[in-house]
């Protein structure tokens, strides 16, 4: 098998033996299929015309219940309107003619007892209390009515007295105690208030008398259903047969086939009906009896809870399926015998040239690329426009593209190791400008000062610096160029010399930032800005004068462990317009207290998360910290927390900080 002609030779068979049997497969589904939606939609249309019938005939039904339910509603709100206007003219006469309230009262209920509703079966009253006024059982008279519910739970006197108080009067469906026995029976009833004698009217009607009405029409609807379904014609032997969810058959199977209704069947009949708006599909019927072959489709009328069931045989699909699989067979069976034949020499065409490009391919690891590639006669493999040419020629521009891009590489890794030395040269010219032997000033103990700068490139542009301008005084700076890289860096070798030039000239720090400014800002065509605050210390009282050029504000330990923000700014970054004031600002830091400088590399470092380290994580780290710790310490464990929070996050900016720590103050000359 690691032959190549045996490989394609195999490989041909079997991608026709697999063709072929795909065929075959493909061809049974699909006659199957045919049969199957041939059958499908004859079924379909039968199904459709009987959901059609059945949706007609019980429309016409629930349109007749609802157009009763209706007729009796308007009788009895017409007889209501007609007893409440007539109790008023009752009560209007009896004032008039001087009759007592009593008297009015016994007349209208005298009156009230001999009525018969229209379309109902009587009339009863009770009071706000709850209490029966008049009734047709006498013994209830008098009797608390506030027992009995509506079919929402209500007590039906007070849902009664609350419905009319909202819309006037009230239509109440509940159950109520028979008039020939002690049972409850299922009332509907219109209730009418008259308020004048505190009365509620109720007006009767029997619910078990509208559905004696609707069952009478649904009996009529199923005899026209049965000789409608009995009408529609099957393929084969099929029906069409229909039966309620609680197994009764609504419209039996045909004759002779009462074996349907088993409740077996009748479950797996459930189980795959449609509800009507999903469309149901003709599917196998296994507790029919494997001896049957019969297929069902089912779909379940949800108001009436009927499932309609149409049965068909599905024995006659499975034939012409099998005849044609035979048939196919026997055409494959010659085909892929002449296949074979031609496939052998076909394999051994193919792979005679490539067995002289692999030998040819075996040979390149012994090939020197850094030298010139030598003159070489054509591949020794055949010429032509196919494939197999095309790949030879494919092979020897290869072979050409490796000598050239070789010697590409090694021209681009020269100049590459060049460049990165010239910026290892320039980054140690860079750190070779600012401070970096600590402890800066041993010979001072007021102080204690350190700093650490770590480039995001090989050059950067943050910048701190630190110098007594006389015995007394420190100098001290830091910045941040906007950028990385070289531009950054060589604008922050020009900053640094200005500051320090700056300090020689000016006592003040915003005299110093307005000079250096100006300075920057008259010749600045890239519009590159540095951030840059400048301090001076006097290490006698502890005094510092400063300018903040928009800089991150300063950091203060005060005793006790307490971190001050000094949040305010003079002015903007230097060079972006000249002629800037700058506003001169003052601290005092006492003996024990230490001052922190930062650029926004350390609080806009960023995880892989996404997420910066941020001033309140950097607030809270001071806060935690021994107020005593010297400042060397103190940035060691300033910087470990950030690259902990980085973790492998390549690092975005120039990371810069400086502490500067005051202790008592040494006798000085001023």
Not at 90 to 106: I, P
Not at 382 to 407: H, K, P, T, W
Not at 509 to 529: C, G, H, K
Not at 540 to 557: A, E, M, Q, S
Request: contains cysteine; hydrophobic residues 45%.
């Amino acid at each position: 098998m690691n032959s190549l002609r045996v490989k394609i030779f195999v490989g041909v068979i079997a991608i026709l033996a697999l063709m072929a049997g795909g065929i075959m497969a493909y061809s049974s589904r699909a006659v199957r299929s045919a049969m199957v939606e041939a059958e499908q939609r004859s079924v379909e249309n039968v199904l459709q015309m009987a959901e059609l019938a059945i949706r007609s005939q019980y429309l016409q039904l629930l349109s007749d219940k609802v157009g009763t339910i209706q007729d009796r509603k308007e009788a009895f709100r017409q007889f209501g309107q007609t007893v409440r206007s007539t109790l008023e003219t009752l009560a209007l006469q009896a004032r008039r003619s001087g009759m007592s309230e009593e008297a009015a009262r016994a007349n209208a209920l005298d009156w009230l007892s001999g009525l018969a509703p229209v379309s109902g079966d009587y009339i009863f009253a009770f009071d706000r209390t709850g209490r029966a006024v008049i009734y047709p059982d006498q013994a209830m008279v008098g009797q608390d009515l506030s027992g009995f519910r509506d079919i929402r739970g209500r007590p039906v006197t007070q849902a009664a007295w609350s419905d009319s108080e909202l819309y006037g009067s009230s239509f109440l469906t509940y159950g109520w105690k028979s008039l020939k026995g002690s049972a409850t029976e299922q009332k509907y009833g219109l209730f009418v208030p008259f308020p004048r004698w505190g009365w509620m009217i109720g007006i009767v009607g029997d619910v078990g008398a509208l559905q004696r009405v609707t069952d009478q029409r649904r009996a009529e609807l199923v005899e026209r259903l049965t000789g409608s379904l009995r009408a529609l014609k099957m393929a084969g032997d099929g029906f069409v047969f229909v039966f309620d969810g609680s197994d009764r058959p609504v419209i039996a199977p045909k004759s002779g086939a009462t074996d349907w209704t088993k409740p077996a069947v009748l479950a797996e009949l459930k189980a795959m009906a449609s509800d009507g708006d999903a469309s149901g599909r003709l599917a196998p019927l296994p507790s029919a009896g494997a001896e049957r072959g019969v297929e069902a489709q089912v779909f379940r009328l949800k108001a009436l809870d009927w499932y309609v069931a149409a049965i068909v045989s599905s024995s006659a699909l499975a034939k012409p399926a099998q005849d044609l699989i035979f048939n196919q067979g026997l055409v494959f069976a010659g085909g892929i015998l002449l296949a074979a034949i031609l496939a052998w020499f076909l394999a051994q065409r193919i792979s005679r040239p490539l067995v002289a490009l692999t030998h040819r391919a075996r040979a390149l690891p012994e090939v020197d690329f850094t030298q010139s590639p030598p003159e070489r006669a054509a591949p020794p493999t055949r010429a032509g426009g196919d494939e197999i040419g095309r790949l030879a020629s494919a092979f020897s521009f290869m072979e050409d593209s490796l000598y050239r891009n070789v010697q590409t590489v090694m021209r681009v890794t020269q100049e590459r190791e060049r460049i990165e030395g010239e910026l290892n040269v320039a980054r140690d010219i860079q750190l070779g400008l600012l401070p970096k032997i600590f402890p800066a000033f041993p010979h001072r103990s007021e102080i204690d000062i350190h700093a650490a700068l770590v480039s995001a490139k090989e050059v950067g542009g943050d910048l701190y610096d630190f110098y007594f301008i006389d015995e007394r005084h420190l100098c001290f700076t830091i910045g941040d160029v906007a950028g990385k890289g070289v531009p950054a860096a060589l604008f922050m070798a020009i900053t640094k010399t200005l500051i320090k030039s700056a300090a020689d000239r000016f006592a003040e720090p915003w005299q110093m930032m307005a000079a250096v400014n100006d300075t920057l800002a008259s010749d600045n065509p890239n519009s590159i800005f540095v951030t840059s605050l400048i301090g001076i210390l006097d290490c006698v009282t502890g005094d510092i004068r400063y300018c903040n050029g928009g800089h991150n504000p300063p950091l203060v330990i005060r005793e006790g462990g307490r971190v001050e923000c000094l949040r305010p700014i003079s002015g903007p970054a230097l060079g972006v317009v000249e002629g800037m004031d700058y506003e001169p600002l003052a601290m005092k830091l006492e003996p024990g207290e230490t001052l922190v400088l930062y650029t926004d590399g350390v609080t806009e470092a960023m995880n892989a998360r996404g997420e910066l380290y941020e001033d309140d994580r950097l607030l809270h780290l001071l806060e935690s910290q021994d107020p005593f710790m010297p400042a060397e310490r103190l940035v060691e464990r300033i910087m470990s927390d950030v690259h902990a929070h980085a973790g492998d996050t390549p690092q975005s900016d120039d990371i810069t900080l400086v502490a500067l720590r005051f202790h008592k103050p040494s006798k000085r000359p001023s």
